[in-house]
């Protein structure tokens, strides 16, 4: 008996055994065509990452040469040192500091107005029962199709009528009225995603329009107004045409439109502080999306109520 179990269990564990075998060299196969069937979308996704890093990389790298390093050394040579006095000349001959400071006073108040205003109106148009709000929210949406390149003569005839050419307000202004319309639309979307049950409940237990707004809809849409702020942060912040039609003296000049003269300082074009100027802005901008991207994601997938 002790013999045929032994038997028995040499002949169970072959089998085994081999099925393990199998099981380890089955995988490797498996691994293998599932590798080769996702190479060419490897080698794909490879060459994209070199078509947009190797030219912001590029710049990185060529704010650290100098003049000659320009003039003389081929387009890809390495710099020969790493000399931050490029950063040094952007900051101080370049006016940049200014420039940056500048984008911050008109970026900031315009994103939070856009968000307030819209957020509000999207509530207001989604949420709120009321006559008319179907006529409104399409009246708002026509915004949305007005080129901005057809309105700013007028807008620059208005503003110098006013008195307020020589202040950032015009860009704050027409910052804000330009970014509402796609605000309000993106908002109505994302509140239309929230069971209306939830604030018939509020207002059954005694919240009014406004408290619910503050308790319930903003907590709801935290994602989607974080990612709506991004989209109109970088809108803001990267625009040169308005920018450009509303300064009025290099001291109210947005960091695009620094960019855009930063040659004129010098006389000639200085590739070292220029290239040191548009890496300051491709670094800060790439830092704020890296340590968001996970909040934009979760934003754009918005739908799905969490309790």
Known sequence: MPDMTATQTLIQARPESRKLGGRDR????????????????????AVLL???LYPQLWVVLGSFKSQTEFLSNPTWALPEGWDLSNYVQAFTRGNVAVNYRNSLLVTIPSVALILFLGV?????????VWRGRNATLLLILGGIMVP????????????FRIGITDTLWPMIITYTVMGIPLTTFLMAAYFRTVPREIFEAATVD???PLRAFFLLGLPLMRNAILTVALV??????????????FTTSPS??????G?????????????????????????????????????IMAGLAAGSLKG
Do not use: H
């Not at 089955?26 to 996704?45: C, E, K």
């Not at 109210?252 to 439109?257: D, E, N, Y």
């Open 232 to 245: 109109q942060f970088f809108s803001v912040w990267n625009d040169l045409l308005i920018a450009l039609t």
């Open 206 to 208: 005694g919240c009014g």
């Open 50 to 52: 070199v078509i947009v």
């Open 148 to 159: 901005g390149q057809m309105i700013l003569v007028p807008l620059f005839t208005t503003y």
């Open 252 to 257: 109210l000049a947005t960091i695009q439109v």
């Open 26 to 45: 089955r995988p490797v196969g498996q691994r293998a065509i599932r590798v080769i069937r996702r190479l060419p979308v490897w080698i794909l996704v």
């Open 120 to 128: 509000a109106a999207g509530y207001a148009l989604e949420i709120m």
């Open 259 to 295: 960019l855009l003269s930063l040659n004129d300082e010098y006389g000639s074009t200085q590739y070292g502080p220029l290239f040191a100027a548009i890496s300051i802005n491709i670094v800060v901008l790439g830092i704020i999306f890296v340590f968001l991207n996970k909040k």
